[in-house]
């Protein structure tokens, strides 16, 4: 059971703060892109660059990177932005596999616990020679059978956890495509 208790420990932990994370990660400002397409059409990549340094987002710290390379092919521009969400796709999924994990063992170490709890429960009886009573018998099993609800309990939980985590995520990387295509087709507009 304490394993148990630590593992529902480290998921509540894993999900509390990777769900800040990647709320934080999803925020966006209705006027960023508006404000980068003016200043790159202005040709004020600076004023652009330092938009994104203060913008802190994945989006911001993408289209970043993409302004940092205006000048050079625009598959290099568009390579470089596509690296730049990798890496912030894989911050985003910190500790994500350790939640996945959680959700598919800890059923399992309730098993574990169930039949250990079990095996003591029929030695018990077997010790006891023919002084077998109800009483000993169900104690036993009843210890053995709160393991495995504890271990549903805590895989449950750690598995609808891990799953509208990865929603999320998967919301904020489809934010990141549409801006990173828009900035791309930005720099395919013809200067006026």
Same mark, same amino acid.
């Given at each position: 059971?304490?394993?148990?208790?630590?593992?529902?420990?480290?998921?509540?932990?894993?999900?509390?703060?990777?769900?800040?994370?990647?709320?934080?990660?999803?925020?966006?400002?209705? =006027?960023?892109?508006? =404000?980068?397409?003016?200043?790159?059409?202005?040709?004020?990549?600076?004023?652009?660059?330092?938009?994104?340094?203060?913008?802190?987002?994945?989006?911001?710290?993408?289209?970043?990177?993409?302004?940092?390379?205006?000048?050079?092919?625009? =598959?290099?521009?568009?390579?470089?932005?596509?690296?730049?969400?990798?890496?912030?796709? =894989?911050?985003?999924?910190?500790? #994500? /596999?350790?939640?996945?994990?959680?959700?598919? /063992?800890?059923?399992?170490?309730?098993?574990?616990?169930?039949?250990?709890?079990?095996?003591? /429960?029929?030695?018990?009886?077997?010790?006891?020679?023919?002084?077998?009573?109800?009483?000993? #018998?169900?104690?036993?099993?009843?210890?053995?059978?709160? @393991? @495995?609800?504890?271990?549903?309990?805590?895989?449950?939980?750690?598995?609808?956890?891990?799953?509208?985590?990865?929603?999320?995520?998967?919301?904020?990387?489809?934010?990141?495509?549409?801006?990173?295509?828009?900035?791309?087709?930005?720099?395919?507009?013809?200067?006026?």
């Amino acid at each position: 059971m304490a394993v148990l208790f630590v593992l529902s420990v480290i998921a509540v932990y894993i999900y509390v703060e990777r769900h800040n994370a990647i709320k934080k990660a999803s925020k966006e400002d209705e =006027n960023f892109m508006n =404000n980068i397409r003016d200043y790159v059409k202005e040709g004020r990549l600076e004023s652009a660059t330092d938009l994104c340094k203060r913008t802190d987002t994945p989006i911001a710290r993408m289209i970043g990177k993409g302004i940092s390379r205006i000048g050079k092919p625009l =598959n290099d521009i568009s390579a470089a932005i596509e690296n730049a969400g990798k890496l912030e796709v =894989n911050s985003m999924e910190t500790n #994500l /596999a350790t939640l996945a994990t959680i959700s598919g /063992a800890a059923p399992m170490i309730g098993f574990l616990g169930t039949v250990i709890g079990m095996i003591l /429960a029929f030695h018990e009886m077997a010790n006891a020679g023919g002084q077998i009573n109800v009483e000993m #018998l169900s104690q036993g099993i009843y210890t053995a059978m709160t @393991t @495995t609800v504890a271990g549903l309990i805590v895989g449950i939980v750690a598995f609808i956890g891990y799953n509208l985590l990865v929603a999320r995520v998967d919301k904020v990387i489809f934010k990141m495509e549409a801006r990173s295509t828009e900035f791309l087709d930005l720099l395919h507009e013809p200067v006026a």
